[in-house]
């Protein structure tokens, strides 16, 4: 008589990315209890080992075309269950002890993950549709378990980068999956319906007079359309030049590097439909530019600086969250903008001349030989 319990894991994992659920659910059956096991060593409690597989078993289902070696699915379940076990502790060592004696969790059986095999699909569904530095860190953080610190240097990104995509792709998931899982309130932010978006414009660039023009500050202001408020962005020299020209309306030799950008974007027949500034955090600002494409919607992460230069080629809308104009208005940060004259047009002529310069030297001839006398 055959059956899946005979049959050997890399079989299994071969059907159940065939679609079928049995054979998912009796391949974590199987590797159950070592996963529960080694994730209890770590964790020092048993429930607690059972919640770890439980998560580490989610993300199996979600992770399985993934798995490069099919046979070897029961280390590789175990692992994830370890990851899980060991950020768990990293997280809440210090929450360990106070942990009430009680603290249960129902392990699921073979029935139950199988069951958990549609859920698991939208899941997976939804994390693809993220955009691709989201997914990616969604992936190594909650599906791998590595810590902020291993994830940005996994990607090459700092760790503020890191926590910034995971926050964008939780805003992102939330209503995705509000009808699937209950996402807690702690690990979510407002749909992106729920933030009030203000249009803006961009007025000036400002800059702080340095007599070397590389240490300079700069700094462009958007303002609201119809309202009063004003939100200050320092911005770098090179973006500031961008920006000046752009809106100077100063016509360059070849096109610069957000009107090439804008091209390629036009070029995949897909356009840009707007650009956000999303939140400040430590000072610093995040945006992230909307594509719209052939397969919908995504979304960009990008410095404000690119993001509005990119707007601005592109004729998209500029929105802010509303609730940055509040955060930026502080007195000391008015006091310094308020010393910094309006620059844009000096920008944009000082550039513009540099380009002219540029050219007539390249473009230079030395004098013609008169030749011999005659």
């Known amino acids: 008589m055959t059956s899946s319990a005979r ?44 919640d770890a597989a439980q998560e580490a078993a989610i993300a199996a289902m979600t992770e399985l075309d993934r798995l490069r070696s099919p046979e070897r699915f029961g280390a590789w379940f175990c692992g994830i269950a370890l990851n899980v076990a060991r950020r768990w502790l990293r997280q809440s060592r210090p929450e360990l002890p106070g942990l009430p004696a009680d603290h249960a969790s129902a392990a699921p059986d073979p029935a139950e993950v199988a069951e ?34 291993e994830v940005a240097e996994e990607l090459g990104i700092s760790i503020g980068a890191v926590k910034s995509r995971l926050h964008q792709a939780r805003a992102a998931l939330a209503p995705r999956l509000a009808q699937v899982i209950d996402v807690p309130k702690e690990e979510t932010m407002p749909a992106t319906g729920a933030v009030e978006w203000v ?26 359309r119809g309202g ?35 091209s390629l974007v036009d070029a995949a027949g897909s356009a840009i439909s707007e650009v956000r500034i999303t939140r400040l955090v430590a000072e ?58 309006v620059a844009t047009a000096q920008i944009a002529a000082e550039a513009q001349q540099r380009m002219a310069n540029r050219w007539a030297r390249g473009h230079a001839r030395p004098a013609e030989d008169p030749g011999p006398a005659r």
Request: charged share 25%.
């Open 116 to 149: 958990a095999a549609d859920v698991s699909a939208r899941v997976r569904g939804a994390i693809a549709a993220l955009a691709d530095g989201q997914r990616d860190a969604v992936r190594l953080f909650y599906l791998q378990g590595l810590s902020h610190t």
């Open 7 to 50: 049959k050997p894991d890399g079989d299994l994992v071969r059907e159940a990315l065939g679609g079928a659920r049995a054979p998912l659910a009796e391949l974590l059956a199987r590797h159950w209890d070592t996963a529960v096991f080694l994730a209890a060593r770590v964790l020092g409690s048993p429930e607690l080992g059972r």
């Open 228 to 262: 009063d408020g004003r939100l200050p962005v320092w911005i770098g020299l090179v973006e500031a030049i961008a920006l000046a020209l752009t809106l100077e309306s100063v016509e360059t030799p070849r096109p610069f590097t957000y009107k090439m950008a804008a």
């Open 284 to 341: 610093v600002f995040y945006a992230s530019v909307i594509v719209r494409g052939p397969d919908g919607p995504r979304e960009v992460d990008a410095r404000p600086s690119d993001a509005v230069n990119l707007a601005l080629v592109a004729g998209a809308p500029i929105r802010v969250d509303r609730e940055l104009f509040s955060a930026s208005a502080r007195d000391d940060c008015a006091a310094e903008l308020s010393a910094m004259p």
């Open 199 to 224: 249009d803006v414009s961009v007025t000036e660039v400002r800059r702080a007079e340095t007599e070397d023009i590389l240490m300079g500050k700069y700094v462009m202001v958007l303002a609201e």
